[in-house]
C-alpha cells in the first residue's frame, strides 16, 4: 500500500490540518502519569486546535510533515528548522512531536517520517526531546549516527540560540542532567524498559539515567559525528525517499497542467 507525504510551513495550514493534527495527538500520543494533576492521571494527554495554533502555527520557523493512508491522517511530525547557531549558510533541524496513529504502528512508520524531513540533508544537527525510547531508535536510524550525551552537554549553549522559544526561557536546557530534561511534562514512563529492550536488543540505549517525573530525553545528532550505516535500513531510506521524491513531483505536474 502506497502512503502520501505532505510537508509544509505550519502557517499553511488550514483550519481541517489544524483540527486533524491536534485530534490525531489527543488520541494517539500517550497517557498523563500518575504524578499528573488527580483529574488528568491515566487519561489521553490532549491538545487543543486552538493550543495547537498557540505551540506551531503562530510561531516561526515551524513546519509539520503528515502521513497519510489514502485520505487518513495515520502519522505527524511538527518541527523547527533554522539556521544554524554553528555555521551561517547551515540548517538545523529540531522535532517538537512526532505521533503514530496506534492502529499503524510496529511498521517503523515513524523512521519514515523522520527520514522524510530529515532525508540526505547535510544539516549540521537533527535533534528532538522525548521520553519515548523507540523514537530515540528512529533519530539514531535515521541520521544513521548515534547520539553522544558529552557533545550534546558541550553544545547547549549554541542549542538555546535555535530553541529558545520552544517553551517559556530556556530553563529546560539549564535543567539537562546526562541528557535528560526537565519539560514538566508528567506523561508515563511504566514501558519504557519494555521500549528499551525492543529499541536496543543488543544494548546501545545512549542515555544511562532514568526519567524522573516530568523528564524527556534530549536527543540531538551533529553532522559531525562519524556515519554508521549499520543503524538504519538502507533499502528504506532509499524507498521512503523515492515516496517523497515521487510525492513532490506529482504535485508539480498537477500544477503545471492546470496552467
Same mark, same amino acid.
Request: aromatic share 12%; hydrophobic share 35%.
Given at each position: ?22 485530534g ?8 498523563w ?41 495515520i ?10 547557531p554553528?555555521?551561517?549558510?547551515g ?10 496513529d496506534?492502529?499503524?504502528r510496529?511498521?517503523?512508520f ?8 530529515f ?11 522525548? @521520553?519515548? !525510547?523507540?523514537t530515540? /531508535?528512529?533519530l539514531?536510524?535515521a541520521?544513521?549516527?548515534?547520539? $553522544?550525551? *558529552?557533545? =550534546?552537554?558541550?553544545n547547549?549553549s ?17 535543567s ?10 508528567n ?13 536496543y ?21 551533529f553532522n @559531525?559525528q !562519524?556515519?554508521?550505516? /549499520? ?9 521512503? $525517499?523515492? *515516496?517523497? =521524491? ?14
Amino acid at each position: 500500500m502506497k502512503y502520501r507525504y505532505k510537508n509544509i510551513a505550519c502557517s499553511q495550514m488550514t483550519d481541517e490540518e489544524i483540527a486533524s493534527c491536534a485530534g490525531l495527538f489527543s488520541e494517539h500520543y500517550g497517557t498523563w502519569s500518575q504524578s499528573a494533576d488527580e483529574k488528568m492521571r491515566g487519561k489521553n494527554v490532549k491538545l487543543s486546535p486552538a493550543l495547537f495554533r498557540k505551540i506551531y502555527v503562530e510561531k516561526p520557523n515551524r513546519y509539520v510533515a503528515m502521513m497519510f493512508d489514502r485520505e487518513k491522517l495515520i502519522g505527524q511530525v511538527l518541527y523547527i528548522r533554522c539556521a544554524s547557531p554553528w555555521r551561517s549558510t547551515g540548517k538545523i533541524t529540531f522535532v517538537q512531536q512526532l505521533v503514530v496513529d496506534k492502529n499503524y504502528r510496529g511498521r517503523r512508520f515513524g523512521l519514515k517520517m523522520l527520514q522524510s524531513i530529515f532525508g540526505l540533508s547535510n544539516d549540521d544537527a537533527w535533534g528532538l526531546y522525548t @521520553s519515548n !525510547p523507540l523514537t530515540i /531508535r528512529a533519530l539514531e536510524d535515521a541520521t544513521f549516527r548515534h547520539i $553522544s550525551v *558529552e557533545k =550534546i552537554q558541550n553544545n547547549l549553549s549554541s542549542l538555546k540560540k535555535v530553541l529558545y522559544d520552544v517553551f517559556d526561557g530556556t530553563a529546560w536546557l539549564d535543567s539537562f542532567r546526562n541528557g535528560c530534561v526537565d519539560t514538566n511534562f508528567n506523561v508515563g514512563h511504566e514501558k519504557n524498559a519494555e521500549k528499551i529492550k525492543k529499541a536496543y536488543p543488543n544494548g546501545g540505549f545512549p542515555f544511562k539515567e532514568e526519567l524522573r517525573e516530568g523528564e524527556e530525553y534530549l536527543a540531538v545528532i551533529f553532522n @559531525s559525528q !562519524p556515519v554508521d550505516a /549499520r543503524t538504519a535500513s538502507l533499502r528504506m531510506l532509499t524507498e521512503t $525517499s523515492w *515516496e517523497v =521524491i515521487n510525492e513532490a513531483y506529482s504535485r508539480m505536474y498537477t500544477a503545471k497542467s492546470n496552467l
